[in-house]
C-alpha cells in the first residue's frame, strides 16, 4: 500500500495508518478550509470527511480488486491444503506471484 492510499484509507475509515500531519493536510486539502485538531473530535466533521474521501477510496478498493490475484484463482493454481493436495514448493510459489498483475 502506498503512502497516499495509506492517507486515503485512514481518512475515510478514521483508522491511523499514516502520519497524522499527512492525513491532516490531506484532510484539509479534500474539506477546502482549515480544520483545527480540536474539530477531530466531532462525528459531523468525521462525517464529511468521509463524503469527501469515499470516491478516493472506492478508487482504491477498484484498483486494488482488479489487480489482486483472487483466492480461489490462486487456490486453482496452487491446490487446495484442505482437499490432500500438496502446497508447492517455495520456488513454485516465487513463480506464481511474478505471473500475479503488478500493483501500480
Known sequence: MTKMEKIIVS?????????FSDLHEYIEKKLG???WTHEL?????????????KADFMTI?????????SRSALLKE?????DGMTWPTKHGFIDLVKRAPAMT
Do not use: F, R
Open 78 to 82: 496452487i491446490g487446495d491444503p484442505d
Open 33 to 35: 478550509h482549515p480544520v
Open 61 to 69: 478498493c477498484q484498483t486494488d480488486s482488479d489487480n489482486l490475484i
Open 11 to 19: 481518512a475515510y475509515t478514521g483508522v491511523l495508518m499514516c502520519d
Open 41 to 53: 473530535a466531532s462525528k459531523e466533521v468525521w462525517a464529511e470527511i468521509k463524503e469527501k474521501t
